[in-house]
């Protein structure tokens, strides 16, 4: 993944992240988000003096851009969708009532907003424009006092997501929410296959639509696994007779064995699966629970992972 040429160097420096994309995704986001402004636009325009329509739906490109460009991402998800701009824009309004200085209220609206979306677990980027413009909208945005939350802010946010909802519900790799979007099923293995760098980026090449990381990124959260694979374990007292444990290796080295009985400080084992199968060891209590990493039971032809009791 790393690549240390110039190029690659400026890059990585400017922030240009390899987009393996399809151009289908490219369009489909291109029309969601004119749909959806669109919607915004009819509405507004039928509610309020065409001159005001702009300061009424500034926010909202930016929630198109999510929304349809990526869907499925934690920024565009509705309860940062519809929290997010609401919460933001109360907290605009607040600031705009109690600050004279108009300075210092927007730079207050737009800080506190985002604070308060981290606090809510509601964070989306264009909700900091929502607070902004309560403090720089003008007298009429000004004159509507906390009415400005619910017209215009959360009746454009309920539009868009609405149109985003039904939009990308068509294309089952876009279904909106992400909740709602298919996983792919993986097909069952019994042996955990070795993984390489450049396996990631096969990955990463082949899942339709945007996704906010990039090779590198996935090259750290892959180090950062493999790291804590290797370095954590079971304490000794969890270990018990009856049940039996993976070592959570790739490739070869991958094991399970399942404990027949503990005398004093001395663990007597079977090897059912993997290096070593149809084995009987034994070993000591504290070096066997740093060879495990996690309890596990059979199911069909597949060991699967449960939760420590």
């Not at 804590?228 to 399970?256: D, Q, V």
């Not at 400080?265 to 199968?277: H, I, R």
Request: hydrophobic share 50%; net charge negative; with cysteine.
């Amino acid at each position: 993944m790393q690549n240390d040429t110039p190029l690659h160097a400026l890059r990585r420096w400017l922030g240009i992240v390899v987009d393996n994309s399809p151009w289908t995704e490219k369009v489909l986001s291109g029309i969601g988000a004119f749909l959806g402004i669109y919607a915004i636009l009819l509405v507004a325009r039928a509610s309020v003096d065409p001159a005001d329509v702009p300061l009424i739906v500034a926010s909202m490109g930016a929630s198109a851009v999510l929304l349809f460009a990526a869907p499925h991402v934690p920024f565009s998800q509705p309860w940062n969708v519809l929290a997010g701009h609401g919460f933001s824009a109360g907290f605009g309004v607040a600031a705009a009532t109690w600050i004279d200085d108009p300075l210092v209220s927007a730079s207050v609206a737009v800080g506190g907003a985002i604070s308060l979306m981290y606090f809510l677990r509601c964070l989306h980027p264009p909700g900091g424009a929502s607070a902004l413009m309560a403090v720089i909208g003008g007298a009429k945005i000004h004159g509507l006092g906390f009415d400005y939350v619910l017209f215009p802010v959360m009746l454009n946010a309920l539009v868009i997501f609405a149109v985003a909802l039904a939009f990308n519900y068509p294309f089952p790799w876009r279904r909106y929410p992400a909740a709602i979007a298919p996983k792919p099923e993986l097909p069952p293995t019994a042996v955990p296959t070795a993984l390489a760098e450049s396996d990631l980026d096969y990955a990463l090449a082949h899942v339709r639509g945007y996704h906010d990381i990039d090779e590198d990124d996935l090259a750290v959260l892959f180090h950062l696994a493999r790291e804590h694979a290797e370095t954590h374990h079971l304490p000794p007292e969890a270990i018990r007779p009856g049940r039996c444990y993976s070592n959570g290796a790739l490739g070869p080295e991958w094991s399970i064995r399942c404990v027949q009985r503990i005398d004093g400080d001395q663990v007597s084992y079977f090897t059912p699966a993997g290096a070593g199968a149809l084995e009987n060891g034994e070993m000591g209590r504290e070096l066997f629970a740093r060879w495990a990493r996690f309890p596990v039971r059979s199911v069909g032809e597949r060991w699967v992972r449960i939760d420590q009791q």
